[in-house]
């Protein structure tokens, strides 16, 4: 069971926008930035929004991700195929022993 | 370009011992703290460790403490990762990361593509 909880599935189809929870606690995002990954069949996980909502360089600007409270979302407006794949969301958790980087379950994304 | 590429998987036995490594190129090793993140067959992505970029900060997730052993060489650009009294439940690809600590702790800019480690008899 994760620490930070994420649907476990997400769909849509071609052009369509869709939104990927992650929910936690004040002992993680409530009092840290938020960072999600994706992870492409067979591949390592990439990098994809950094402090709540800022986009590495080389990521389409149809990704975007926000921040309230104990909770973040990931946004993919106008889908694309090539947007199949697993969708994490991290942050570090105060609370444990020094603390911890904590991940969400993972949400797979399929593209109608 | 950044590299990072993980060796020393493998099958080994439930109370065994394994080393692992990370070899790094096309950045300044030392100037970045380094992370292994490992994913069980079918399952998530789950942080096991991080170093600092001296060495002289370590943290670990509790599944893994008092058992596993970071340790880096900057001579070398190498990340390991010591790997003692291995279980079942440690089995999974383990991946290193860059960690882009101006951002957060939580924050790997760059990731190996894994080796895979099996703990069966």
């Known amino acids: 069971q994760s620490v930070l909880t994420q649907p476990p599935s997400a769909s849509g189809t071609p052009g369509q926008r869709v939104t990927i929870s992650c929910s936690g606690s004040s002992s993680n995002i409530g009092r840290n930035t938020v960072n999600w990954y994706q992870q492409l069949p067979g591949t390592a996980p990439k990098l994809l929004i950094y402090?709540?909502?800022q986009r590495p360089s080389g990521v389409p600007d149809r990704f975007s991700g926000s921040k309230s409270g104990t909770s973040a979302s990931l946004a993919i407006s106008g889908l694309q195929s090539e947007d199949e794949a697993d969708y994490y969301c991290a942050a570090w958790d105060d609370s444990l022993n020094g603390g911890n980087v904590v991940f969400g379950g993972g949400t797979k994304l399929t593209v109608l | 370009q950044v590299q990072l590429v993980e060796s020393g998987g493998g099958l080994v036995k439930p109370g065994g011992s394994l080393r692992l490594s990370c070899a790094a190129s096309g950045f300044t090793f030392s100037d970045y703290y380094m992370n292994w993140i490992r994913q069980a067959p079918g399952k998530g992505l789950e942080w096991v460790s991080y170093i600092s970029s001296s060495g002289s900060t370590i943290c670990y997730a509790d599944s893994v403490k008092g058992r596993f052993t970071i340790s880096r060489d900057n001579a070398k650009n190498s990340l390991y990762l010591q790997m003692n009294s291995l279980r079942a439940e440690d089995t999974a690809v383990y991946f290193c990361a860059r960690g882009a600590m101006a951002y957060s702790k939580s924050t790997f800019d760059y990731w190996g593509q894994g080796t895979l480690v099996t703990v069966s008899s």
């Open positions: 402090t709540n909502n």
